[in-house]
């Protein structure tokens, strides 16, 4: 059974930091495009950022760039997203996702393994 575990979420001020892990069971995943998507209350779940099986391609939503960093582990199957300058707004659940589609300009954005989910929520 495939398996994505996330941590690191939790509650922070505004501005604060938060860095959230994921780690996948399987080392399949290290030749996936990971990422991270969140899921605000009454909203639909919207792409957040994205890093290739390489590492040389990152993508990011336009709400997150320059606060957000996405990386991965040195074992390709672990990844990373630092978080700065947290904003109320940024408060939702983030799932982990790997095999992540859809990055061009026109596409959606998806992916084929999701993670459980770990809360973030940033008071004001």
């Known amino acids: 059974q495939v398996q994505l575990v996330e941590s690191g979420g939790g509650l922070v001020q505004a501005g604060g930091s938060l860095r959230l892990s994921c780690a996948a069971s399987r080392r399949t995943f290290s030749s996936y495009t990971m990422g991270w998507f969140r899921q605000a209350p009454g909203k639909e779940r919207e792409f957040v950022s994205a890093i290739t099986w390489s590492g040389n391609s990152t993508y990011y939503t336009d709400s997150v760039k320059g606060r957000f960093t996405i990386s991965r582990g040195n074992a390709k199957n672990t990844v990373y997203l630092q978080m700065n300058s947290l904003k109320p707004e940024d408060t939702a659940v983030y799932f982990c996702?790997?095999?992540?589609?859809?990055?061009?300009?026109?596409?959606?954005?998806?992916?084929?393994?999701w993670g459980q989910g770990t809360q973030v929520t940033v008071s004001s």
């Open positions: 996702a790997a095999r992540v589609y859809g990055l061009a300009d026109s596409g959606l954005p998806g992916a084929n393994y």
